[in-house]
């Protein structure tokens, strides 16, 4: 009923786009940021917060690469796993995709298991952490193996957004 206003002079890089809250901890948030192309620079960062939001450390930018963020989703039986949906720049000299974020104890890595021109968002069906879904422009992709090999269905729709329901998965 009451919004309280936290992370007061947190310098994120550029706009938060997207959040997702660690379903085994309410207290991990995970925030995504791009910039939208403002004064031309194409950039974005994964950012992570332990503590509900008061802190936050950069886990991954793009900024480098060209690159930016558009969705993170946590990997609901896996804290230490999220994938990011992003797009590299239009050039064509980094393509991105999706990255699956995670840490192997001493730090956190980033691979690309699907690299793609854009993916705009990125869900786990919240009843199979192995499934998870992905919109691009003109197609909507389905891993049933957590990420690692994709089924695409084309489409004549540009899906920005994606949610699979809580109860009826058909």
Same mark, same amino acid.
């Given at each position: 009923?009451?919004?309280?206003? #936290?992370?007061?002079?947190? =310098?994120? =890089?550029?706009?938060?786009?997207? #959040? *997702? @809250? *660690?379903?085994?901890?309410?207290?991990? @948030?995970?925030?995504?940021?791009?910039?939208?192309?403002?004064?031309?620079?194409?950039?974005?960062?994964?950012y992570r917060s332990?503590?509900?939001?008061?802190?936050?450390?950069?886990?991954?930018? &793009?900024?480098?690469?060209?690159?930016?963020?558009?969705?993170?989703?946590? !990997?609901?039986?896996?804290?230490?796993?999220?994938?990011?949906?992003?797009?590299? *720049?239009?050039?064509? !000299?980094?393509?991105?995709? @999706?990255? !699956?974020?995670?840490?192997?104890?001493?730090?956190? !890595?980033?691979?690309?298991?699907?690299?793609?021109?854009?993916?705009? =968002?990125?869900?786990? =069906?919240?009843?199979?952490p192995e499934t &998870?879904?992905?919109?691009?422009?003109?197609?909507i992709r389905k891993?049933?193996?957590?990420?690692?090999?994709?089924?695409?269905?084309?489409?004549?729709?540009?899906?920005?957004?994606?949610?699979?329901?809580?109860?009826?998965?058909?």
């Amino acid at each position: 009923q009451t919004w309280e206003q #936290m992370n007061l002079g947190v =310098d994120f =890089d550029f706009t938060v786009v997207d #959040m *997702d @809250i *660690d379903p085994q901890n309410s207290n991990t @948030i995970w925030a995504v940021t791009n910039s939208n192309r403002a004064g031309g620079v194409w950039g974005g960062t994964l950012y992570r917060s332990g503590n509900g939001g008061q802190n936050w450390e950069k886990i991954y930018s &793009l900024t480098p690469y060209e690159g930016a963020y558009y969705a993170v989703a946590v !990997k609901p039986d896996d804290s230490k796993t999220v994938f990011t949906a992003s797009e590299g *720049d239009t050039s064509g !000299k980094y393509e991105l995709g @999706i990255i !699956k974020h995670y840490f192997d104890g001493n730090q956190w !890595k980033h691979i690309l298991p699907y690299i793609s021109d854009a993916v705009l =968002d990125v869900s786990f =069906d919240p009843q199979d952490p192995e499934t &998870l879904y992905a919109s691009s422009p003109g197609s909507i992709r389905k891993s049933n193996d957590a990420g690692a090999t994709w089924k695409i269905y084309e489409n004549d729709y540009q899906f920005r957004s994606l949610t699979v329901h809580p109860g009826n998965r058909e």
